[in-house]
């Protein structure tokens, strides 16, 4: 009789691979990266170009002399980071600004922890947050830069940072339609609620991603701040503005989604949803920054692992 040899699982192979899943990010993304650079122009292409640029030159560089392991540039991942983090800068972020935080998030974020699929934390988040801390001033720059649709720049500001400044006042006649298709100000990201829903449409249909993280973030969202809003909605916004002002779709859609920094089961990345829902609600209303869905993801990512500990897989072949 002949001797087989029984590997480790998985014994079922398909044609998906990592750089197959992020093309497919990537493919997503180019909505709401080609309406920023219609509204933008140069200027976000630069930061774009800039952002990608330095995110795959610095894990190639590290990979190859630090780590002296495979190199991992064409697995598309570095190049996802690279774009979300141009979409989490305002267009007018200088390039070496963008650089920097192309360094922190590969460089710290990401390679430190061994590369992809070992990070704890979302690398562009880290590397956003990075700037907002260490260059306030250039990360809350709201102008808007001449785009290949406008001519002049122009001096812009915030839905979230209207409402931080001037409550909700100032935020009265608000059209949420004009803000689904198109909202100018703040992060290139932030511009058009329905290019990332696009995007995120094709991931669900490309069987990239689950909806239940997503779903969860916005349901959390829109009822708890139902409820602060009937309670008093002379001091509170209501749930659409919620759901359609600042990085809620960016972050719910392309980045609390993440594979390696969000929970394995169904159940966890309902309870991981709830948790950015609530935490990035919670920063709107009572913390000093206009916007909460970086800090908010950053936090549930820490506790991830807690997640998947209450929360199992079922192995396969048992009940």
């Not at 190639?60 to 540039?73: D, G, R």
């Not at 809350?140 to 002049?152: K, L, N, Q, V, Y």
């Not at 920054?289 to 072949?317: C, D, R, T, W």
């Amino acid at each position: 009789m002949k001797n087989f040899l029984v590997s480790p699982s998985p014994h079922i192979h398909t044609s998906t691979s990592t750089a197959t899943l992020m093309r497919d990010v990537v493919i997503a993304l180019m909505p709401a990266v080609i309406v920023s650079v219609i509204f933008y122009g140069w200027s976000e292409l630069l930061v774009l170009g800039v952002s990608v640029a330095a995110c795959v030159l610095l894990e190639y560089v590290i990979t190859k002399f630090l780590l002296k392991k495979e190199n991992t540039v064409c697995d598309w991942s570095a190049a996802v980071t690279g774009i979300l983090l141009a979409l989490n800068v305002p267009p007018t972020c200088p390039w070496w600004v963008v650089a920097v935080g192309a360094l922190v998030a590969i460089g710290v974020a990401k390679m430190t922890f061994g590369g992809i699929g070992m990070n704890i934390f979302n690398p562009a988040l880290v590397g956003r947050v990075f700037l907002l801390v260490s260059f306030p001033t250039f990360m809350t720059d709201w102008t808007i830069p001449a785009g290949f649709i406008t001519t002049d720049a122009v001096s812009g500001a915030t839905l979230l940072g209207k409402y931080a400044e001037g409550g909700v006042e100032a935020i009265q006649g608000v059209d949420y339609i004009k803000t689904l298709f198109f909202n100018i100000g703040g992060s290139a990201g932030e511009i058009s609620a329905l290019a990332l829903l696009a995007g995120w449409v094709y991931l669900l249909v490309r069987r990239v991603i689950k909806p239940w993280i997503t779903l969860s973030i916005w349901a959390t969202v829109a009822a708890v701040s139902l409820v602060f809003w009937l309670a008093a909605p002379d001091q509170f916004t209501d749930p659409v503005f919620n759901l359609l002002a600042g990085g809620m779709i960016l972050g719910s859609c392309f980045m609390a989604t993440d594979y390696v920094t969000s929970p394995m089961s169904v159940k966890g990345g309902v309870v991981f949803g709830v948790g950015i829902g609530f935490i990035s609600l919670m920063i709107r209303y009572f913390g000093s920054y206009p916007e909460g869905m970086s800090f908010a993801i950053l936090i549930m990512n820490a506790v991830v692992p807690l997640i998947n500990l209450a929360f199992h897989q079922k192995k396969y072949g048992r009940k």
